[in-house]
Each structure stands twice: as structure tokens, then as C-alpha cells.
């Protein structure tokens, strides 16, 4: 098995703060990229950020840049989308999911198509 899981959606009021976590089932998420998307109803799927298996060097999509914050604990096995200041527009489903890194960088590009997780919804309830 080769999945991922996501936790941490909830109900959030606009301007909060939010931490989500991915964590793996059947690998060790340590040494792969991982990158957060989201996908709004009726929209397609979109890339947020990621980060490479070094913890370092994190890459956010055009529109997301300086609004999140993508970290992990090798301790826990885990990484984590941290949001603040929260807008009616970060309403999604968010999903996390091994993406492909090449010379310590990381792109928002599924590596395998199997480790999609069921994402965690957000909902601005302003």
C-alpha cells in the first residue's frame, strides 16, 4: 500500500489559522517530496505547495506564494500545511500526495498516482 492521509479540515472563520497533516500508510513519507493541492466544487484541482524530502527548499504555486507554510517532522513521519489569514477562497478539499524532486527541489507533479490521499475539507462559514 502506498497512500497518504490527510487530517486537520474544519470550520474556519475568515482570517484563522489552520494546520493540516499528511501522514503515510505503507511507506515511509520521509524520503519522498510531498505537495499539498486542493480542489474547490466544480473547479479543477490545484497545486499549493511542497516540499522536498530534505525539509528544505519549499516551492509554492504562483497564486499561493507567502500564504502557507509546508513543513514536516521526520520524528513523527508527517508534513504539515500550515494557513493563516484564511479568505473565502481557500475553501477546498485538500489533498497531499507524493510529487517528483529532482536536485533538492520539488515540483507540483503526482510521482506515483496511488498515493493520493482522500483529502480533509476547509469551509469558510462567514
Known amino acids: 500500500q502506498f497512500q497518504l492521509v490527510e487530517s486537520g479540515g474544519d470550520l474556519v472563520q475568515p482570517g484563522g489559522s489552520l494546520r493540516l497533516s499528511c501522514k503515510a500508510s505503507?511507506?515511509?513519507?520521509?524520503?519522498?517530496?510531498i505537495g499539498w493541492f486542493r480542489q474547490a466544487p466544480g473547479k479543477e484541482r490545484e497545486g499549493v505547495s511542497c516540499?522536498?524530502?530534505?525539509?528544505?527548499?519549499?516551492w509554492d504555486a504562483d497564486s499561493m506564494k507567502g500564504h502557507f507554510t509546508v513543513s514536516r517532522d521526520k520524528v513523527k513521519s508527517a508534513v504539515y500545511l500550515q494557513m493563516h489569514g484564511l479568505k473565502p477562497e481557500d475553501s477546498s478539499v485538500y489533498f497531499c500526495?507524493?510529487?517528483?524532486?529532482?536536485?533538492?527541489?520539488?515540483?507540483?507533479?503526482?510521482?506515483?498516482?496511488?498515493?493520493w490521499g482522500p483529502g480533509t475539507q476547509i469551509t469558510d462559514y462567514s
Open positions: 516540499i522536498p524530502s530534505s525539509g528544505h527548499n519549499q
Open positions: 500526495t507524493a510529487v517528483q524532486q529532482l536536485d533538492g527541489h520539488c515540483a507540483l507533479r503526482e510521482l506515483r498516482s496511488e498515493s
Open positions: 505503507g511507506f515511509t513519507l520521509d524520503n519522498y517530496a
